[in-house]
């Protein structure tokens, strides 16, 4: 008896098989041998002349199947994380184009929306979405540009604010997306990149007046594509989260005086400290530091929505007028925040050290704690320096005293370590509730900051030395030392002031300090501080530790900051996992995925840098706006070829001097030693020398100044002779350009 399958289930069969079409796998599945195999592709040329199945070189399909190789364009993400794509090639008889779910590994490139890949199918069980594994990338997705929309004949342009476009986009009335004159939107590149000619664009999204208080932020956030809109499944996991109300399997903290200690504009407070002279006769005149941080874990699980969209960020970004968090305000500004008088879950660790500051030991906790209070930095510094106030008057002697203490002790160990002690002061930019720029300053620098940061520094070396110790995977937090180019380009610049970076030595922490002290409070402090810090590698986050060469310290993990930072939260989930803390910990999965995490959140905090830099210079092209004309005072803080960087005392602001106006004469390059010398006149240019400019130029939607140089080290540019037509210019070879940069010294 024939036991050949019924054209119904052989449809259905094919449905759910997509890259198993060929006839031998159609026989295989349904157990044809013999008669039944010929009964077989009789059928099937039935149903393919009747239309039922489309046969491809030597596989078959229901019309509208997909191929089991085909090439995808992926859609993006959905709310859960997971990355969509659909078929290139769909015919319309056939219906709605299918989604595609991307399983990708970690071998596979970033994927993004518009990008097409070559995919292949994979086998899938009832009720699960059709899946691909990506064969290969074989196109970046459209190019995306923000700029202000303007009315143009037969159409609109897009004049584009990113600093490094010089060119506008074309936009058809059937593409400017309602799009209206002055308008900051939004667009896509449309068709491919034109060798001549505007490219094409097509509007997206319209943003609105881009004068508006908050759109300066806004640009960045569309700019560099920061998440800013939770979904709407992680919002409610965050909004039926319950506190913590009673310490149950956790250790009890709220005896200890924790006190937080943040900036006075702080939106989240999630470290508290707290200190007290050890009591243990075998360490006279040590110390006992808790450093308690926000259990984050405990309401943020491997797995849920929140943790998908924390991943997905990364971090929280600040700007001057808002901050794009990581997480829910439900859990940063409430259950997550380590509010005054409210208690809160955490996990701490307890540090013993001695006299000198050195670690005797240290333990981790999971706790239930309570602070005090929530000071500023300049409150504690001023209880600190014998000046305390209503709130922190009651704390001297218990909290205040003690933590300072505890820090002169830390401190004494930090400089034996001798991390590198860069000095770059921090602009501070002041808003009105209008969000028009009311003040531009260098935010002041106390002990109090020093206090916190070198407590959190000795918390994170203890979570890092902790799970080393128990074998559990983690995220490094690694700095590598600056690679010899360099160290080279460096040596160069600092030779210029008269200082020396001697070769054929192991680098250390130790001999780039004191490049930096021997110029401290010397004109040439801003600049030989800038160029170490350029000499230095990009910190980033791994699960291999090659230790932090910036601090000067072996193994280091970030721990303290869970609620803007997911590598934190990776870090906690492992303190979960090794002490046995709960079922919350770190997972196999997330294990296995560590290196893809720790790249991805490189990749995000390189992206929030990037969008708050270019944030704070349009506040600050903004708030110059109205002084173009003005005279400056400044340091050249860059030299390129087309030109200066000049950074404004005042300000801190950063702009560019064009190399056509330095004068009527060609200027020669030099990379290593970031100078620029006259030809003719042989005027040296370079890192560091004070200037006098003039504002030409300020683009708030930019972000970008122009000066005019008027003087180099309180001297005016001379102005080269002028010579005819064919007269020889005066050369200068390298050696004697090098000669005049170092004053005979070789």
Known sequence: MSRLPSPDAILAWLRDNPGHAAKREIARAFGL??????????????????????????????????????????TGPDRDGDLWAEPVEWEVEA??????????????????????????????????PLAARVIRRIGMGPRRVIGIYHE???????????????????????????????????????????????????????????????????????EHGIPDAFPDEAVAEAEAAKPVAAPGPREDLRALPFVTIDPSDARDHDDAVSARPDDDPANP?????????????????????????????????????????????????????????VDRPCIAVRLVLDADGNQRGHRFSRGLMRSVATLSYRQAQDAADGRPDETTAPLVEAVIRPLWAAWAAARKAREVRAPLNLDLPERRIVLSDEGKVLSVAFR?????????????????????????????????????????????????????????????????????????????GTEHAEMVNISVLRSMTQAYYAPENFGHFGLNLPRYGHFTSPIRRYA?????????R??????????????????????????????????????????????????????????????????????????????????????????????????????RSGRVIGLGQRVLVRLAEA????????????????????????????????????????????????
């Open 568 to 576: 934190d939260l990776v870090v906690h989930r492992a303190l979960v």
């Open 95 to 128: 219906g709605e184009r299918p989604r595609v779910l991307l399983r990708t590994r970690r071998d596979d490139p970033a994927l993004g929306a518009g990008d097409r890949l070559l995919g292949r199918l994979l086998d899938r069980e009832e009720g699960e």
């Open 578 to 679: 090794a002490h046995g803390w709960g079922k919350d910990g770190l997972t196999h999965d997330e294990e296995l995925a560590l290196a893809e995490t720790g790249e991805h959140i490189s990749m995000t905090e390189r992206r929030s840098m990037m969008a708050e830099r270019d944030t704070t210079d349009r506040y600050l092209a903004a708030y110059l706006a109205d002084r173009v004309g003005s005279e400056f005072a400044g340091a050249i803080s860059g030299v390129a070829r087309f030109g200066l960087f000049v950074k404004l005392d005042e300000t801190g602001a950063d702009g560019l001097v064009p190399i056509s106006g330095l004068g009527r004469e060609y200027f020669l390059y030099d990379q290593d030693s970031q100078t620029l010398t006259g030809e």
């Open 33 to 74: 041998k013999g008669a039944d195999k010929v009964a077989l592709k009789k059928l099937l040329v039935e149903m393919k002349r009747e239309g039922t199945i489309e046969r491809r070189r030597r596989s078959v399909r229901p019309p509208g199947a997909l191929p089991p190789v085909l090439v995808l364009k992926v």
């Open 152 to 222: 143009a004949e037969g159409g609109g342009r897009i004049a584009a604010i990113d600093k490094k476009t010089d060119r506008d986009w074309m936009v058809t009335p059937s593409d400017r997306g309602g799009a209206r004159e002055g308008e900051l939107v939004e667009a896509e590149q449309v068709g491919p990149a034109r060798a001549y000619g505007l490219p094409h664009a097509r509007v997206v999204e319209r943003l609105g007046d881009p004068s508006a208080p908050r759109a300066v932020s806004l640009i960045a956030i569309h």
């Open 699 to 746: 683009a708030p939607i930019t972000g970008g100044l122009l000066f005019e140089l008027l003087e180099v080290e309180g001297r005016k540019l001379p102005t080269p002779p002028r010579t005819g037509k064919g007269a020889p210019r005066r050369k200068l070879s390298r050696s004697r350009i090098r000669e005049r940069k170092t004053g005979g010294r070789r």
């Open 444 to 520: 002041d620098r106390f002990d109090a900051h020093r206090v916190i940061e070198d407590f959190m520094i000795l918390a994170n070396v203890a979570a890092a030395e902790t799970l080393e110790a128990k074998r559990v995977h983690l995220l490094y937090r690694v700095h590598e030392e600056p690679n010899p180019e360099k160290l080279e380009a460096l040596r160069e610049i600092v030779g210029t002031v008269g200082l020396t970076l001697a070769k054929g030595q192991v680098l250390k922490t130790a001999h780039l300090n004191r490049l930096l002290d021997g110029v401290a």
């Open 285 to 341: 005149g040590g110390h006992v530091v808790w450093v308690a941080i926000a259990d984050v874990a405990a309401y943020v699980r491997p797995g849920s929505a929140l943790d998908r969209e924390a991943r997905r960020r990364g971090n929280s970004t600040y700007f001057p007028d808002r901050v794009v968090p990581m997480l829910p305000d439900r859990l940063c500004g409430d259950l997550c925040s380590l509010l005054d008088g």
